[in-house]
């Protein structure tokens, strides 16, 4: 199998190097050369100076970029990756979009006898380095038969949810279940430290129970040393609850706890804190 990996970034760059461990010919492309080139350095892989150079040939091309309008641009036009690619063979974006661009691409693949697949992932940079990414696809069943290999090179779990778009709106129930819980976390631990609570007690006990979550394993310490500088960033998941809040609009749901956890982290950007860790949400109560 022949790959290309359009997209470098925290998470792409370790998928990429994941599936060319995995013994998978990798062609990458990154808009910042430099990281493609460290990227061919560590995993002997090639790499191309358009989306388009590095799909031709291949059997597989993933993207992996910041929002719809990056993966237009990846994807579509002369130096587009869907412009060579041949019939049968097939496109896997794992960007967090909306499901609407996911839909239009698979119209746009599907015309050129291209599969298609929406297939955003969760488990953060940690995840992506681990190869213990959790894949959330749509799309057709052979289409995802054919991308199992794939994913299974980098990830813990992946299911097919249903038709092009389906990935992209399971993603949009991950990062509204995860505000809930990270706004739950932050208030309590607020709540802790008023009452004057032994932080790292009270979680290794009520982390047994009912209230554990991922959320609480991995970042209660971070949380409790006021120690935002990695992870996730806000920024990214403003884009992501935006993304959800919208489609909201369209299905007729209500996300009156995403839309206020989304104004809590619009309060954390103005303090600075667009690159911190969603976990950040404890500093509108410590920082003030």
């Not at 007729?252 to 911190?276: H, K, N, T």
Request: hydrophobic share 45%; proline share 2%.
């Amino acid at each position: 199998m022949k790959a290309a990996f359009i997209g470098l970034g925290v998470m792409g760059y370790p998928m990429a190097g994941h599936l060319k461990n995995a013994g998978i010919d990798v062609c990458v492309y990154n808009r910042t050369a430099e990281k493609a080139q460290r990227w061919v350095e560590e995993y002997k892989g090639s790499m191309a100076e358009t989306p388009a150079a590095a799909a031709s040939g291949c059997d597989v091309v993933l993207s992996c970029v910041g929002n719809d309008d990056d993966v237009r641009q990846v994807l579509l036009g002369d130096s587009g990756a869907l412009s060579v690619m041949q019939v049968g063979t097939l496109l896997i974006d794992h960007t967090t979009a909306s499901a609407t661009l996911a839909r239009e691409m698979n119209s746009l693949a599907a015309e050129k006898g291209v599969g298609f697949l929406d297939a955003p992932v969760s488990g953060g940079q940690a995840g992506a380095e681990n190869g213990a990414l959790t894949v959330m696809v749509g799309g057709e069943a052979s289409d995802y038969e054919t991308a199992k290999p794939v994913f299974e090179s980098y990830s813990k779990f992946s299911k097919l949810l249903g038709p092009a778009g389906s990935g992209q709106l399971a993603k949009m129930v991950n990062q509204v279940c995860i505000a809930g819980v990270v706004q739950g976390l932050a208030e309590g631990l607020n709540f802790a430290q008023k009452a004057g609570l032994d932080g790292e007690a009270l979680i290794e006990t009520i982390s047994k129970g009912a209230a554990g979550s991922w959320q609480m394993d991995n970042r209660f310490a971070s949380m409790l040393a006021d120690q935002y500088e990695f992870g996730f960033a806000v920024d990214w998941m403003r884009k992501d609850l935006g993304i959800a809040i919208n489609e909201a609009k369209n299905n007729g749901a209500e996300l009156p706890m995403a839309e206020l956890v989304d104004s809590f982290y619009s309060e954390i950007q103005q303090m600075g804190g667009g690159r911190w860790d969603t976990s950040s949400l404890l500093a509108r109560f410590t920082r003030k």
